[in-house]
């Protein structure tokens, strides 16, 4: 008889592997026993676990994918990635000059996604989350993120953003109108339209390659960030995300 630890092991190695085989596609019990090489059984009791903890989910007719748990931790691993550890410094020196809450940003499953966040300073603090999601057409660094998109891509992803009851009665034209001017700036703005009560001003940041991998902004509450304070940031905010981008070789 194989002893207590041995067989935890063994069942946490094979947990893994169902892991694995559902990161590569497998979506039915038949076909991750198969790549196990385990009975369906087994499989179905690993899989029903990973489900209960959150590292797999499964719905009727489409099968096991990754769960939201397995997307946390890769969130907190992709914060100890390169673009986070390098802009760090860069993002403490920002919140230190603003006094304003700044934010480290990237797009996953087209939507916003916080790598990094260091809170301002201000009496009103901005709510969010490192790992948090947000809607692409409607926040500063959402829309930084899709400054090298092409006006067909923007309109989708507009009609997508449903949601947004300010882009919806600013409607598309005007939105799209918007987006020419941050992509002839190289920056772009939240004007409320995620939280009527925030302003944001953004920046890509660009890789060696010259893509966007990134945005970082400044966001406070629209008593601290008056239009004209947020022209006066532009230029700051932009700076920040090109140090940040040499760090990573632009």
């Not at 935890?8 to 596609?25: H, I, M, N, P, W």
């Not at 007719?61 to 890769?74: A, T, V």
């Not at 949601?163 to 700036?185: H, I, P, Q």
């Amino acid at each position: 008889m194989k002893p207590p630890r041995q067989l935890a092991s063994q069942t946490l190695f094979r947990g893994l592997e169902v892991v694995d085989a559902v990161a590569d596609g497998l979506t039915t019990l038949p076909e991750i026993s198969a790549r196990l090489a385990v009975s369906v059984s087994t499989t179905h009791r690993l899989a029903s676990a990973l489900v209960q903890v959150g590292y797999l989910r499964f719905e009727a007719r489409k099968g096991y994918s990754l769960g939201p748990h397995l997307i946390e931790l890769g969130f907190k691993a992709h914060r100890q990635s390169d673009l986070a550890t390098r802009a760090r410094p860069h993002l403490q020196a920002l919140a230190d000059l603003t006094h304003d809450t700044v934010h480290l940003a990237t797009v996953l499953d087209e939507q916003v996604v916080y790598l990094d966040k260091i809170a301002g300073s201000r009496a009103v603090q901005v709510s969010s989350l490192i790992g948090g999601r947000k809607r692409l057409c409607s926040t500063g660094v959402g829309k930084a993120l899709l400054l090298d998109e092409t006006e067909q891509r923007w309109a989708e992803l507009y009609r997508q953003d449903t949601t947004s009851d300010f882009c919806n009665a600013k409607g598309e034209s005007n939105w799209l109108a918007l987006m020419r001017g941050y992509v002839a700036g190289g920056y772009a703005f939240d004007l409320g339209e995620d939280d009527e009560a925030i302003r944001c001003v953004a920046a890509p940041i660009r890789d060696a390659s010259r893509q966007i991998v990134g945005a970082v902004s400044v966001s406070s509450t629209v008593q601290y960030m008056d239009a004209a304070r947020m022209q006066a940031l532009i230029a700051v905010v932009q700076n920040s995300a090109a140090c940040i981008g040499r760090e990573l070789g632009g």
